[in-house]
Structure formats: C-alpha cells, structure tokens
C-alpha cells in the first residue's frame, strides 16, 4: 500500500551512514446518543504550524471514555503514533466547564465522567518540520503552512473514541477563500470559506486525505471512472496540465487491463512537491500512499518534468491497482483495522505484491512497455529480493511485519511479493492451457467479495487453491507458507526464458551496481574526509577514472566539505546525474596521487555484469505459446 521510489535517498542515506562511521476486530464499549461525531478544523487560525482540532461526541450514557489517537495506518505497516504530535487535550461539559482528562500513554487519553462530555479540544503539529515528523512517511504525513498549503492526511490530526471506529464524522473545515479542497472524501457542503465532509466510519478519516491548495488540477474519465489530479508546487514549477496526457494514458491502460475489477466511481491523485529543506528533513524519501479512491505522492520539485513523468507512472500505476486490492479484495484484518495493535493479515504478498506485479505487467500487455523492458524489471527484483532473508515465509513475515526482524525485510513485498506472482501466474497460464492468469482469479474474488465483505485471512489460499489447481496449492505450501527460495528459472523455463549471463544497466553513471556507488568518504592526513573511486563500471574506465582518485570537483562543481550540514549539497550534486542523458558531455577533476587531472566524456550508458532474464534460443512452440499467453493475454 505503501510505495516509495527515490533516487536521492540511497545516496543521502548512504553518505550520512559513512559519515558517522568516520495498510483487529472492533472493541466492545459504550454506546453513546449519536452516532456522529463533529470534528471542526480551521485552516484560517494557524500558529507555529500548528492546528486546533475539536470533535463533538456528545455524551456518552455513563463511565470512562477513552480517546485514541492511531499508533499504525494502513498502508504503512509501522508504528507512526500520530499521538506524538498532539498536545493540550482538554474535554469540556455542554456548560464549556472542564473536564479531567489523563494522557495514559503516547496515543491514549481518558476522561473520567463520559455521562458529561460534550466536546474535546487539542492542538496538532504536523510533521514536515520538527525533529519528531521526520520518521513519518511524507505521503502519510501533515503538511500545515499558513495561507499556502494544508495535507490533511487525517489520521494525523482526528482521532477516535473507545467502541467508536464505527461512528460516522462530520469535518467542518474553514479555509482561507483562495484555497482549493481536493479529496475523495463525501462532500455535504462548499462555501468559499467553508467545507463540511461526511466519513461513514473511523476508516474514511484515514482512507480519505484531503489536500488545499491553489486550483491547479485537470480531470479525465476512464470509461465510468472519473480521475482529478490536482498539483502543489512551491514555486510553480510543475503544473498539474503538464502530466494529464501521460496520466491519461497510463490510467486508460490500467482500466483496459482491469476490465470490470475496478468498481470505483471516481479516483483522486493529490500532488503535493517538497523543497530541498523538507525533503532533507525526511532523510530522501518520497513516493505515494495508497488509499481506496485516491492516493497522496510527495515527491521534490526539483525534479525535471520528464523524470517527475516517469515516477509518477511507477507509483500512481501502483497505488491505483490498490482499487482491486485490498479495496475489493481484503481480510477481516484489513476491513476491521487495528489501529493501536497492528494486528496484521499474512497476505501482503497480495496486497502489494499483486499490485506491484501488476503495475508491470499491464505495462506490457497495454504496449506501454517491450518485453527487454519487462525482463529487466523481474531481473532486477530477483536480485533485490536476495537482500532479504529468501528463507523467511511470506506469511510469517506478513502477519508480524510491524515488528522486528520482520520490519526490516518489509521491502522485500514490493520484489519477491510480486515474483510470487509472477510465479503464480505462470502456473495457471499453463495449467489452464493459456486461457486463464491470476488476474482472472482476482477479479472473480473481486467479485464475489467487493468493497463491504471481507474474506477470512485464514480460508484464502483454500480459496484460491480451489478455484484454480493443485499445483498452485502446492507452491503456496513450499514458496509462501514455507521457507524455501523460489527457483525462479524453473517456473520462467516453462515460458522460454531463462536467466543468465547479462549486462545490467545502472540508473547512474556515478553506479557500479544498483545499489553502490563508484566513491566513498575517507579519512585524509588533514583529519577530514575525501570522496575516493572504490569502484568502476564501463563508462567510468573509458572516461578516465582509476581507483583510488580523489574526486574533487564533479561535472564542473567543486565537491564540498564532507559534514552532515552539506547532507543536502551532496545528495544534489549528485542526484542530478540520474538524469543525465547518454550523448551529455561531462567534465571531472581528480586528484591522482596527488597530481591534479581532468577527465572528459560522454555519459553513454553504464552497465554491470549480472544475471538477466532473456528468451531461450530454442524454446519450443509451446512455450512461446505460454509466454505468449502469459505476457500479453492471448
């Protein structure tokens, strides 16, 4: 549900770590007059970044009441404990006499006699700035600047009461006139000034974010879905006008793909870009959250228009195949969402694996990507995949993912998850012959399930075992449930492709493998830090470079001083190179032993040996036929 995509966070990451080293069931409680509760926000009274919140319960008949703010969201699979950023609770009786309130723990408060409630009061930071957001994922974070912009993933700043995640919420939000409201959330009423918002339940307060800005956005149909993206940019750099055509493509295609899966009747893409100091703040990371009709993306606004196009094809193509699962298709976990437990479902190798499987493959089913591009992609998620425990089972790993060592291979879902499926998909193609994958499974669980009827996190893999064949049950046993590594050529031989010898192409010039690059901070006689070549691939050799130089100025930029504050410097000086087209001209100086030299060259196109999936030479018709089949649903 979760999906992050940063070239600069390696980077910025990886020079901070040299540096230093040199998405359970409901409670039973008290049930209160009216089942809704009025939440009022005013955008227009903003101090210190900050927001006072009120949420109207009314009385509850008698006792205790117990009011939450979420520890976990959907979505992201940690602990954010948005209580972190609340402060000041107090609860008055209708007469506006206070009432005792106790903060028990980090997201937890009580208030003694409920029987005289009528309304609590609390003041909200958000997390873009402050010591205490930074480890709270941007695109489920809190944006608040006066007079500009507000992200109101809400979970940050509404919370909920003891048996209550039920209840209905009335948001009234007052707003500055020149603000826009952008959000999937139900509508009552609009004012220039005023917005009222109906959530059915605690879980449209968390699946419904809402962004105000200034207008900027475009809207388009996909057949009876309609799409709104709408764009914050700082300085006006990026428009949402700019993306519509390539949204509309890529969306137009998903929808082909999906057939009658996706029910949705409308989906929301809310934009908001960072500066270099918030995205510095957050350590790098960007990318977008999922929710069931719409998602939030964060990226930084210094990238260029074209790479911005290209990730935000990756992740909205993701997030929006979330409209299938777990929208449709989901677990009592997920309908009945714990959100002080993290009580997980073992599913997630749908959950995200599907989605991130199918974020590939309708690529290139639609004609939107070659079949080199998509061996690429499954090569590449093979060999990230090894970087996590491969004996650890999917389903364990699942049900514990907010914990660790679990947590810590929580990337693995968006690899092995989708290679699962991959695998999947390829068993079924040839059992039924071609004629059916397992996008046919889950839209017959689509179906059969939908938005409002969860199934039983334990009976899905019967399930699905049942409507397809035993083959699939024996690979759920032995890949998912069990410990043992997929072996993945077994499963691509049966299409006629292998995996062998190859070049890999890396994102960068300035890489020796996907995850490495070609310098490294070491200590100097002066007791400071250069940046030392630790390693070469092709470009970098004819270009000049010996292991063992001394960089000193990168592309004409003099490199600066290796100190956490010049974090941000380094991460750009070099992140730019990302983007660097294969005929640019670039210019290197390096100190060689200590002589001075300058290294001219084009960029060109760096690779590094690896294991590839390619096509066998001499796959037989059937296999073709199955690759066929498998590849582009005929």
Known sequence: MLYSLSKYRFLLLLFIALLLQSCGGLQNALTKKSNIIEAHIDLTSVANDQLEIELNPGPFPKGEVTFYMPSVIPGTYEYSNFGRFVSDVKAFDKNNQPL????NETNTWTIANGKKLDRITYTVDDTFDGDEGSDVYPMG???IEKDEVFLLNLHGMVGYFKGGKEWAYHVTIDSPSDLVPFSSMERISHTATQDVFRAGRY???IDDPILYTNDDSVSFSLEDIEVNFAVYSPTGTHKAADFKETLEEMMQAQKRFLGDANATKSYDILLLLMTMEELQHYGGMQGALEHHTSTTVVFYEGIDAESLKEYLVDVVSHEFFHTLTP????????HYFNYNEGVMSQHLWMYEGTTEYFANLFQIQQGLIDEANFYSRMSEKISRSKRYDDTLPFTEMSTNIVDEPYADNYGNVYQKGALINMCLDIIIREQSGGARGFLDVM????KKYGVATPFT???????????????????FNTYVQGKTPIPYTTFLEKAGITISD????LPSIIMTTPQQPFIAPQPNEAGTMDLVVTGLNNRLSEIGFQEGDVLRVFNGAEIPALTQENMGALNMLFGVSFDWKPDQEVTFEVARAGTPKTLRGTVGVAVAPAKGITAMDNATPTQIALRNAWLYGK
């Open 457 to 475: 996190d334990s009976e899905l893999f019967d399930e699905i075992v049942a409507m397809t064949y035993p083959e699939v049950g024996t690979f």
């Open 443 to 446: 839209q017959a669980l689509a």
């Open 502 to 505: 190859t070049d890999q192409k």
């Open 327 to 334: 929208l449709n298709v989901h677990s009592e976990q997920v």
């Open 203 to 205: 879980f449209n307060i």
């Open 141 to 143: 974070g809190t944006k």
């Open 100 to 103: 005792e309130v106790v903060r």
